[in-house]
Every structure is written in C-alpha cells, then in structure tokens.
C-alpha cells in the first residue's frame, strides 16, 4: 500500500480534474479521493464531503490532504479532526500549491515514501519555478 491522497477545492470539477491528472501522472498506483465544492453542488467546501473522501482512500500508511484556499483550510481542519477521532490513520494537511503539489505528493507515494516523505516532497512544490529565467 501507498500513502494516500485527498484532493479538496471549492469546485467539484477543480477537484475531480486533479485527481484525473495526478492519477494519470502516477500510473494509478495511488488511492486518491476529490472532495470539491459544498454539499448541494455549488462552490465551497464540505466537511461531510472531506470526511467521505478520507473514509474512501485513508490507508495504513496515512493520507495527505492537498487544498485550494480560504476556507477549504477550516473544513479540512474540521474533518481530520471528526476523523482522526474515529481512526488511528495519520493524515496531514499539505501548504503545497494544489496541481503542483498533488503531482508531487502522487509520484512520490508511488515509490513507496512514507507519509512525511510524501509530505516534504510535495512542500518543495512552492519552491519549483514554473518559468525559466526570462529577461525583462
């Protein structure tokens, strides 16, 4: 088994799309869950939505979550703590820049790292230049 990944977004397609990418980038080797947008389908976040997506791919090996902004933070927050109660599971929540991250975190699970491997490698995301040098 592999360290598993949660995908959480205000947008239940943003979600959905970085699972897609990611999954496809690590040769499905990694359980990976999206938990996009509020309950009734419209933007924002939805502790009960977190708290199945963890329930679906949490493994032995501990779960990292990857969030897009604002208040995806607190309900992710909330959910690992209802989640933590019930379950000896280590999950942790990612500061990565989300797509980068994700891709990251997934490759890295896919060899096999441990949780806090997976988790420093997908930290090292906010430092990766997406641009070569250029002049100005």
């Given at each position: 088994?592999?360290?598993s990944l949660v995908v959480v977004s205000h947008s239940a397609k943003l979600a959905?799309?970085?699972v897609e990418l990611v999954g496809q980038m690590a040769g499905g080797k990694v359980a990976m869950?999206?938990?996009g947008g509020a309950g009734d389908g419209s933007l924002g976040t939805s502790v009960d939505l977190i708290m199945a997506a963890l329930r679906r791919v949490t493994t032995p090996e501990g779960t990292l979550v990857l969030l897009d902004l604002g208040s995806a933070v607190m309900a992710t927050e909330i959910a690992v703590e209802q989640f933590m109660?019930?379950?000896n599971h280590r999950v942790l929540i990612s500061p990565a820049?989300?797509?980068e991250g994700a891709v990251i975190a997934a490759v890295e699970s896919s060899i096999g790292s441990?949780?806090?491997?997976?988790?420093?490698?997908?930290?090292h995301a906010l430092t990766l230049p997406k641009l070569q040098s250029q002049d100005r």
């Open positions: 088994m592999t360290v959905e799309g970085v869950a999206a938990a109660q019930s379950t820049p989300l797509v441990s949780l806090a491997e997976v988790a420093d490698a997908a930290l």
